[in-house]
């Protein structure tokens, strides 16, 4: 084959860029490398501007010279990434290759600075200390930005699919065999609760990030050896405050990742009510219960022309699937760090925005998928009309209730594992020794009227 030009989609090793880089480009400004090289930028310099303004540091910044700076994080481009990336790898006139990325930014900015400033950029930092609150502010701005959108778009879809079809009848399975009836509305209804639940501990993950910045062994060493004076743990604790994260005080060089793992876990619970979803409609599509709206270009099979398969579904399932896969992964892995520092970690982060691309495709397509099902309300009521047993709860429990210490084992002895009509209910209701009223009670159920307060129930919605 003709070697493909390296931007092609078609010579993408991961289908992440590739197949589905439509999909996932709106996670590019917090998960490529060229956001992780500006959020470095944007931590070196806010570090700057802070020791500009720390009482006790001979570090003086101007006004014009902190407008320019603000200015070279807000006008990083594509351009200044390039620059960046062939200082680390290939080097420039100016600097020989650093091979290490960090350094390569410190050695950009000195582009952008006058010499004076240049030994105050990473000044008693260790690469670390810029990382961990680079990898945290990206962390942040995805979820925020692009994951809990996503999440609330399709939480916002199954409650206004619960409130429209809350009362439409529909037989519940339990163990996969006929249960009781519900509605589709309150089905959908649990869903969307779960998911405000599960979203709502992604929330309370991203606020609980913390970010680290102490030194080579988390001491504050070099600052003190240069300002023994300087309150650096105030300095830190309100540096790392004003990029929007909780402090972490105690640490070695690298900020443990508990918060990170926190996160993941939170997403692999969004995900797991997802799946949950995507396999349930996926069943009542099969079903027929659900009906799916068509693309007249689609093609549903190659062999069999009349198929509209329930891809979406599928794809999400897939995709979220391999996320939890990925995120459980991070979680357990980033935690550990062999005494004050190792680097294996280091490669392991620049997975974080695979694992939320795959969130995000997953929650794409669950969101495209719902928007093509509806109801088919026949096929619902026809399946409870053809599944009379199910009303064999509501009898012995009437029963029950009038003394009848026999209900359970003579509504048993009626259904179990046979097949029954209303007719055969309504000879056993005449052969009872209760009153007409009750008989009447009885009488009266119905499959389809045995939801209970399913409808009220989607009201427990927010």
């Known amino acids: 084959m003709k070697e493909l030009p390296r931007s092609s989609p078609l010579a993408a090793v991961s289908p992440l860029d590739g197949r589905y880089a439509d999909k996932t480009a709106d996670l590019v400004p917090y998960a490529s490398e060229a ?15 802070a020791l500009g303004d ?46 290490h990325d960090v350094k390569a930014v410190e050695y950009f900015l000195r582009t952008e600075t006058p010499e004076r400033l240049h030994p105050w950029i990473h000044f008693g930092l260790t690469s670390e200390d810029v990382n961990n609150l680079a990898h945290r502010l990206n962390a942040k701005g995805a979820v925020e930005d692009v994951l809990l959108p996503a999440i609330s778009e399709i939480r916002e879809t199954l409650t206004a699919m619960a409130r429209e079809y809350r009362d439409v009848p529909m037989l519940a399975r339990t163990h996969g065999q006929p249960a009781t009836p519900t509605t589709f509305g309150k089905e959908l209804a649990v869903f969307a609760a779960r998911l405000g639940r599960t979203a709502a501990r992604v929330r309370a993950a991203v606020d609980d990030l913390s970010g680290k910045l102490a030194g080579a062994s988390g001491t504050y060493a070099a600052h003190v050896a240069a300002y023994p004076d300087v309150d650096w743990r105030a300095f830190s604790a309100a540096f790392v405050a004003d990029l929007g994260l909780d402090h972490t005080p105690l640490a070695t060089q690298v900020n443990p990742c508990d918060d990170l793992a926190a996160l993941f876990d939170a997403l692999a619970g969004v995900n797991n009510v997802l799946l949950d979803l995507d396999r349930d409609v996926w069943r009542y599509v099969s079903d027929r219960y659900l009906g799916q709206e068509s693309a007249s270009s689609e ?3 190659s062999t069999m022309p ?13 995709n979220l699937s391999k996320a939890n896969a990925d995120l459980t992964f991070l979680r357990d892995y980033v935690t550990s760090s062999r005494l004050q520092r190792d680097l294996s970690d280091s490669t392991v982060k620049r997975n974080v925005g695979a694992a939320f691309a795959h969130c995000l495709i997953g929650y794409r397509k669950t969101a495209t998928g719902l928007g093509k099902v509806v109801p088919n309300e026949q096929v619902m009521r026809e399946e409870l009309e053809n599944t009379p047993e199910i009303i064999g709860e509501a009898v012995q429990t009437i029963l029950r209730r009038e003394g009848d210490t026999e209900a359970y084992e003579r509504v048993k002895e009626l259904t179990r594992g046979q097949r029954v009509t209303l007719s055969d209910f309504r000879e056993l209701f005449d052969e009872l020794d209760v009153d007409e009223d009750v008989r009447a009670e009885l009488r009266a159920l119905t499959p389809a009227g045995y939801t209970g307060v399913a409808d009220e129930l989607v009201g427990e919605l927010d």
């Open 306 to 318: 009349h198929k509209v398969n329930p891809i979406d579904f599928e794809n999400s399932e897939g």
């Open 299 to 301: 093609t549903g099979s």
């Open 35 to 49: 956001a992780l090289i500006e959020a470095r930028l944007r931590v070196e310099v806010e570090y700057l501007l």
């Open 54 to 99: 720390a009482d006790g540091v001979d570090c003086e910044i101007d006004a014009d010279e902190r407008a320019h700076l603000r200015a070279v994080v807000d006008g990083f481009d594509a351009d200044d990434a390039e620059l960046v990336k062939q200082i680390e790898t290939e080097g420039t006139e100016q600097f020989a290759a650093t091979r």
